[in-house]
């Protein structure tokens, strides 16, 4: 399998990893759990989980950084900074990654996001935001509620704008007729250890399904069984389940 890691600079963000798996298909972006690096989907068996798809050349994954150790993960600062924060790190994937997988894949039929726990967020994040590059979001365990992480301190616009169930809930008109048009979400969790506490993936993942479903925007809830837990083990299966029907 082709691999190659390059590192990249942003303004406000720092340097960040980059690690492309494969040699042609559908960019897959991958996001890792909170707070983890490029590498962390390699060495806990996921990219191995979508070797087939790689090396038959139907996907080339993505894989980035998060710093969310600067952002949602820095639980001394109120969640409005840590928002402020996180709006640095969008900017850095919208102005810096997605020229890059532009360049390295021309012509592509639009980028699929994912992500683990909190890389299930940013996946969906993105996929909402903006559809138009990110056509495709699978979440695996996702919480989509900052504001749940950890919040305090007064939340205003930055807040707002970086949680799902706030600005969806909120969308209506031309905008909420464009995102319906565009975007794609599949949310998949599991019902056993650690999707409901201390994560709240499960309540999470149901509460954005029925936000979803009362604007119309299209969507799949994917629930799995009670032995389904929030661990490596079973994204694996989960992500091998959907992604095919993607590229």
Same mark, same amino acid.
């Given at each position: ?27 897959? &972006? ?6 983890? %690096? ?14 087939? !798809? ?22 001394? !600062? ?6 402020? %924060? ?46 138009? &590059? ?20 007064? +939340?205003?616009?930055?807040?707002? +704008? ?13 905008? !909420? ?22 994560? $709240? ?5 149901? %509460? ?27 994204? %694996?299966? $989960? !992500? ?5 029907? +993607?590229?």
């Amino acid at each position: 399998m082709e691999r190659e890691q390059v590192e990249l600079d942003t303004e406000g963000v720092g340097r960040g990893s980059l690690i492309r798996y494969g040699h042609w298909g559908r960019p897959l &972006l991958v996001f890792p759990s909170e707070a983890g %690096r490029a590498w962390d989907f390699e060495n806990n068996g996921m990219i191995q989980a979508i070797a087939p !798809l790689i090396d038959a050349g139907r996907v080339k994954a993505y894989c980035v950084d998060s710093f969310d150790h600067l952002s949602w993960s820095e639980n001394s !600062l109120p969640t409005e900074e840590r928002a402020h %924060r996180h709006a640095t790190y969008e900017r850095w994937i919208l102005d810096t990654i997605v020229p890059v997988i532009d360049r390295d894949s021309p012509g592509h039929s639009g980028i699929i996001t994912t992500g683990c726990s909190m890389g299930g967020y940013h996946a969906v994040n993105f996929g909402l935001k903006r559809p138009d &590059l990110f056509p495709v979001a699978i979440s695996l365990s996702g919480n989509f509620d900052p504001t749940s992480w950890h919040g305090w301190g007064e +939340f205003g616009e930055a807040t707002y +704008f970086a949680n799902p169930t706030a600005y969806v809930a909120g969308m209506g008109g031309d905008h !909420l007729q464009w995102v319906r048009q565009h975007a794609s979400i599949v949310l998949v969790v599991g019902q056993g250890a650690f999707e409901v506490h201390p994560t $709240q993936s499960l309540p999470g993942a149901q %509460r954005l399904a029925h936000i979803l479903a009362d604007k119309g925007i299209p969507h799949e809830l994917d629930l799995w069984g009670y032995d389904s837990a929030h661990d490596w083990p079973w994204w %694996r299966k $989960q !992500l091998a389940h959907h992604l095919p029907r +993607f590229c």
